[in-house]
């Protein structure tokens, strides 16, 4: 079964570093999708991705977050700079069609910022 | 905007007990609800979904009806395993005023012992 791919699994990285989370979708789906849960709380959507743009994004999703599909298959999520509430599980995620149905969801990133 | 209320966990059971995890939803319009099940060390697995009102998604064993009167999406299973330990977390996909995205609830960790 079609896999969404995450790396790394876990990345420590110091406060104010610039960090790149890494994703690769279904190859056949057209869009894209960031969503983080810090420790306890919700899954929380950040970003979505369609057609080489960003379709739509939350307000977590400030001028420090960043994502591109820089080759077709991969799909990055870009803090520049890391405050220790980034600390989260961020999960990317694909989607081939229309409706909710068909999300394919990574087993996400675990980001601590110290 | 959209919203979803799950019960709080860890809800601790012993093997072959009945389960209950109430989730209830606010959206405008009619959304699509689903159930997500996160294993240990993996990712979000779509468990069930249901598109309109009156439908029981199901699978493995649990069931959960979409209630339009009451808002609701319940998740249940008649006699859980071991197997069945991990976080539930409810969702829903809002036709109108939801976007291009999920809206999740905080999740349910679930606890099955012998």
């Known amino acids: 079964e079609p896999e969404v791919t995450q790396t790394p699994s876990h990345q420590v990285t110091q406060m104010g570093q610039e960090v790149i989370l890494r994703c690769v979708p279904i190859?056949?789906?057209?869009?894209f999708y960031w969503y983080r849960q810090i420790l306890g709380q919700k899954v929380e959507f950040l970003v979505s991705?369609?057609?080489?743009?960003?379709?739509?994004k939350s307000e977590i999703f400030d001028d420090q977050f960043s994502v591109e599909r820089p080759d077709g298959s991969n799909f990055t999520l870009k803090i520049r700079s890391t405050k220790l509430e980034d600390s989260a599980m961020y999960f990317c995620a694909s989607r081939g069609g229309t409706g909710g149905y068909g999300y394919t969801f990574g087993s996400g990133t675990r980001l601590t910022v110290v | 905007g959209n919203s979803v209320t799950q019960m709080e966990g860890p809800v601790t059971l012993s093997e072959e007990a009945f389960l209950t995890i109430n989730c209830t939803y606010t959206?405008?319009?009619?959304?699509?609800l689903f159930w997500y099940v996160q294993y240990p060390g993996e990712g979000l697995q779509l468990l069930l979904k249901?598109?309109?009102?009156?439908d029981k998604g199901s699978n493995k064993g649990f069931e959960a009806t979409y209630r339009k009167e009451t808002t609701s999406f319940h998740l249940e299973k008649g006699s859980v395993q071991v197997s069945d330990s991990a976080v539930y977390f409810c969702?829903?996909?809002?036709?109108?005023?939801?976007?291009?995205?999920?809206?999740f609830g905080t999740g349910t960790q679930l606890k099955v012992e012998l």
């Open positions: 969702a829903l996909w809002g036709v109108t005023g939801g976007g291009n995205k999920l809206t």
């Open positions: 249901a598109t309109k009102a009156d």
């Open positions: 190859s056949n789906h057209l869009y």
């Open positions: 991705f369609y057609n080489n743009e960003i379709s739509e």
């Open positions: 959206a405008t319009g009619y959304p699509s």
